[in-house]
Structure formats: structure tokens, C-alpha cells
């Protein structure tokens, strides 16, 4: 591998920070957020790929229109923005979401150019605010030139005409008794059929993607990865990915994304030590998939609430539970408040338990003001007001519906109470009392304890239960911190009423 110094770094420059559970990720698709660049709208070279009356054309969104809303974002109270990919992409319609690569060296020119980047990263870390980059080393876009103009004879895993397709049981990856012939599709199927699969067994395709990190990193001073596909590439791969990138930039972390609901198979590819093959894959966590189903399997379908305990007693599975990405809404799924059986309410308790949860949250822009859509590209509607044109401007309170502000100010809130209290972010989560709608649990942290308690049913509920033998044990009264009344406790028993579809946080005295 060539090496080359890295003399320009400074560690003190409030670059290369890294996330952690103080954090609070927002998920920016870069082309539906603001256009605050209309020249870069249209190009001369690419005529008709932008058209907002398309779903899957560019409609304009770039890093100027990101900068221009960071006060927004602060005032929200997010602290980290992960973008999806800016690398250069084919220039037609439907490449507006930046995973089909044809440079990885250069910008997307509809977002800006280096120069933008940078500025944006730097006016970010100005106001407090952290920046992932959407990592993508797994494939390329279609047009790429390296498809019809090979570096060299195995640059991929198969050729356009002849390559296998690929598969997403990585239960098979994670099976220490499975032959290659049940995940060979895995890592060397092309995704979706069409995206050219990237062969980093090669060792010049392995140096070229690595050397590509450093060098996004050194250029913009970004804080993290976020990683594409995670599972399709191989963990030889990563982890020598990871080594390089710890090297030259000791505190930045990554969070890779393994789809799926199942804990086990989930646990497998989160980094912090080294598996059945002998690899630790390097990775500082993964996304909590898992929580994802049951979230929405409890809050949409009525599921008990069983569901979500039963993920969170797999913690166990992860060297660094403490460090998952949970989440209930992401580009490449509908939208929290399209699914049937949403609502206001429970777009809202969603929030809440997202929000008070172990881990890193993760929030996907538009979500704090109950934006709606199905699957891809429906789920990637243009953010009111960041466009020109637009009738309504929600990155403001008058321009905001009833009904938006309601859940707008609500996230807002808890992530204030998040922020104020150390137990909400980085405490030790203790099983308290549930039945099959209701769920308590401790945040607990030092000498800070947090009660968090919520119904998923429709209907006020009155709950009874004890703290005995639990780190609450002692607690002599709950003072409300988000919603409630003080609640007196005697003979170590908790009586409240929690509304329907409500979430209430309390400080144990």
C-alpha cells in the first residue's frame, strides 16, 4: 500500500471527533434536504436529471442547502449529521441518491464541489454539530469506467454478462459450519443484479478503497463512516479497513449496516473482537436492526410489548451494546407515518422510546415533522421549505402545521432531556415491570437514576408494580422530568396512570 503523510492534521481542530451515546445522528439524503445552490440544478453536461416533478430524478438538495440549515439542525438538537453518499455518480436520472458510483475521488456535481464539502463540515464542527459519510466499497455504479475498461481481469466478482446476483441470507455468514457455496452470493453477488461487485480479495482493490478513506477524511475533516452493505463485503476486508483508518485517525468511529431481525446473525458482524474466523471486522457498531422490527412491530401492529424486551436481553450477543445505532426510520424503508396503523401519538411515542433507549439514535430527516411516504423513492420527498417554491417552510414554527410542531417540539424536548441528563445517554438500561403493552425501565448512570414508562395501548392504563430487588429499590419518590405528576412510592411499589400511546420519564429520589 502506498503511504503518505499526514503532516496537515491536527488533532486539535475539532476534526476526526468520532460519535458516541452523547450523540444524537440525523440521516440526510443530500439531494431532498434544501437546494441552496440553484446553479448546480441543472447541468449542461446531464440535460433532464434534474426535474422535482420526478421521484427519481435530482431535485436540487447540496451542501449549501445543508449549511444554510445548521442552526435548524442544532435547534432541533440533533448533534451529528450523516450524509448520504457525495462521491460522483452518473449524471441521468434516478442516480440522485449517490450509491452508484462512476468516481470515488470526485463530488457529486448537483451537491457542490470539494470546496462546498469542506466549508460545510467546517460550519458544522462551528456550531457543534459532527459529520458521517456514507461509505460505499462494497460496488459502483454501473457506468462506472472501470466496468468497460477493467484495472485489471478480477478488479470485480464476475464480468456484466456472467455474475451471480446478490443474496442477503447472511445468517450463512454467520454459521461457522456453512461451506462458501451458501454465501458466495453474499460477497460476490452484484447488488440488485446491477451494481458491479467490487472484489476486495484483490489487493489493489482493497488498498484503492482504504486509501480512499484516509483520503475523504484528511480532505474534510468528517468525524466518522457510516458503512453501505456492510455484510457483502468481506471482514478480511473491513478489518484491514478499520486498521488503517485507526491509525491515521485514533478517534474516529464507523457503525455499519447489517439488515435483518435477527439479533445472532446481527451481533456476528459488530466489531470489538475477533469471531470464529479468527476476525474482529474493526467496526465500532452496527445499526440495531433488530430494535427496528420490534419497534414497529409493537408500536404499528399491536405486538406485545414482549417483543422489544426480547431484543434488548440479545445485548448480550454485542461486545459494546452500549454503543448501537437504534433507529425506526431510514431511507430505504416507508416512513413511520405511512405505515398502517400510524398516528400522531405513536409517531410521537416512537420518538420516545427511541429517544430514551441505550445507544446512538438515529432520525431520519423529515421524521421530526411526521413526513409521510412509502417505499423508495416515496420515502425521499423534498423537505418543505428547502426548495424554491415551496408553499410551506418547516424548518420554521409558522411555516409548520399543527400537527407538525406537536411532533416537531416533542423531539425537540426530549432531546434537550437527553442532553440534560447523563443517565438518558450513556446509562445502564435495567428491566423494571411490563405486561403486554406497558414497559418500565431505569436509566442509571452514577448517582443519576432515570424511570422510563410507557403504554403502547390506546387506553389510560393504571400500573402496579415493585421496585424491590432492583437498583430502584430504595427510591423514596418519582419527580416528573417529561410528562406526569410526582409519584410518592411506599413499601417499594409504584402506582401511576400512563395515557395511551404515552411515554413518561421520571427522576427517582
Known amino acids: 500500500m502506498v503511504k503518505f503523510p499526514l503532516s496537515r492534521l491536527d ?55 445543508i449549511r444554510d440549515h445548521l442552526g435548524y439542525l ?67 455504479g454501473p457506468r462506472h469506467p472501470w466496468v468497460e475498461a477493467l484495472p485489471e481481469p478480477d478488479w470485480f466478482h464476475g464480468t456484466k454478462e456472467h455474475h451471480a446476483f446478490a443474496s442477503d441470507d447472511f445468517q450463512f455468514l454467520a454459521d461457522p459450519h456453512a461451506p462458501p457455496r451458501y454465501f458466495r452470493d453474499i460477497i460476490e453477488g452484484w447488488f440488485a443484479g446491477t451494481l458491479p461487485d467490487l472484489n476486495q480479495e484483490n489487493p489493489q482493490v482493497a488498498a484503492y478503497f482504504i486509501q480512499n478513506a484516509l483520503w475523504w477524511a484528511e480532505e474534510t475533516g468528517l468525524d466518522g463512516y457510516r458503512l453501505d452493505t456492510f455484510p457483502y463485503v468481506s471482514r478480511a476486508f473491513w478489518s484491514d479497513w478499520h486498521h488503517a483508518l485507526a491509525h491515521a485517525f485514533p478517534r474516529m468511529t ?11 446473525v446481527t451481533a ?81 411515542l416512537a420518538f420516545s422510546v427511541l429517544l430514551t433507549m441505550r445507544g446512538s439514535p438515529e432520525l431520519y430527516y423529515g421524521d421530526e415533522i411526521g413526513m409521510t411516504g412509502g417505499n423508495d423513492p416515496d420515502n425521499r420527498h423534498d423537505f418543505p421549505g428547502g426548495f424554491p417554491g415551496d408553499t410551506r417552510n418547516a424548518f420554521v414554527e409558522s411555516g409548520r402545521t399543527a400537527e407538525q410542531q406537536a411532533v416537531f417540539s416533542q423531539v425537540q424536548r426530549l432531546l434537550q432531556l437527553r442532553k440534560n441528563h447523563s443517565a438518558l445517554r450513556v446509562g445502564k438500561l ?22 422510563v414508562v410507557f403504554n403502547a395501548g390506546a387506553e389510560t392504563k393504571s400500573l402496579h408494580f415493585s421496585l424491590a430487588r432492583t437498583p430502584l429499590d430504595d427510591a423514596s419518590a418519582l419527580r416528573p422530568l417529561d410528562g406526569g405528576a410526582e409519584v410518592r412510592i411506599q413499601n417499594e411499589a409504584v402506582d401511576l396512570k400512563v395515557p395511551g400511546t404515552t411515554l413518561l420519564v421520571f427522576g427517582v429520589n
Open 430 to 451: 435495567v428491566h423494571i415491570f411490563w405486561d403486554e403493552n406497558s414497559y418500565a425501565f431505569a436509566r442509571i448512570s452514577g448517582s443519576e437514576r432515570v424511570l
Open 74 to 140: 442544532r435547534d432541533l438538537g440533533v448533534t451529528t449529521l450523516w450524509l448520504t453518499p457525495i462521491v460522483k455518480n452518473d449524471q441521468s436520472p434516478e442516480d440522485y441518491h449517490g450509491y452508484g458510483a462512476i468516481d470515488e475521488y470526485g463530488v457529486n456535481e448537483h451537491f457542490g464541489t470539494l470546496a462546498d464539502l469542506q466549508d460545510l463540515v467546517r460550519a458544522a464542527h462551528e456550531k457543534g454539530l459532527k459529520v458521517l459519510l456514507d461509505f460505499v466499497p462494497n460496488h459502483v
Open 254 to 264: 464507523t457503525v455499519g449496516e447489517v439488515s435483518g431481525a435477527n439479533a445472532e
Open 11 to 65: 488533532p486539535q481542530e475539532g476534526k476526526f471527533q468520532g460519535f458516541n451515546q452523547d450523540d444524537a445522528i440525523y440521516l440526510i439524503m443530500v439531494d431532498r434536504f434544501a437546494d441552496g445552490d440553484t446553479s448546480n440544478d441543472e447541468l449542461a453536461d446531464s440535460p433532464g436529471a434534474y426535474d422535482r416533478a420526478k421521484p427519481r430524478a435530482y431535485h436540487g438538495g447540496d451542501f449549501r442547502g
Open 268 to 348: 456476528f458482524f459488530a466489531g470489538g473482537r475477533a469471531q470464529f474466523d479468527g476476525i474482529d471486522s474493526g467496526v465500532t457498531t452496527v445499526f440495531d436492526y433488530p430494535l427496528y422490527f420490534a419497534l414497529r412491530d409493537v408500536l404499528l401492529k399491536e405486538a406485545p410489548v414482549h417483543k422489544i424486551i426480547d431484543v434488548l436481553q440479545q445485548d448480550r450477543l454485542y461486545p459494546h451494546s452500549d454503543l448501537l445505532v437504534p433507529f425506526f426510520g431510514n431511507h430505504d424503508v416507508e416512513r413511520f407515518a405511512f405505515v398502517k396503523g400510524a398516528s400522531p401519538e405513536k409517531l410521537m
